[in-house]
């Protein structure tokens, strides 16, 4: 479901949140666009050095993780 929203007023816009997919605070960067990028795709990404924890392997889902697809459709309602 792909729905068009118009650009916002800010060019970009972050949040501090707590991803369990790699077990650690990653930060979200929102664009103007409506573009992400997630400091977890860095460091846990595909390509990344594997880093296992807690006994399982953590990998980010990048963009389209949960948490990253929430937080930019939270900031698309709030937009006029």
Do not use: F, I
């Not at 729905?3 to 816009?13: L, R, Y």
């Amino acid at each position: 479901m792909s729905t068009q929203h118009e650009a916002p007023n800010w060019q970009v816009t972050a949040t501090t949140l707590r991803c369990e997919a790699v077990d650690d605070e990653v930060t979200v960067l929102v664009y103007k666009d409506w573009s992400v990028t997630c400091t977890g795709q860095a460091k846990y990404g595909q390509g990344a050095n594997p880093v296992k924890r807690k006994g399982r392997r953590l990998e980010c889902r990048g963009p389209e993780c949960p948490p990253v697809v929430d937080y930019r459709r939270r900031l698309q309602e709030q937009e006029p």
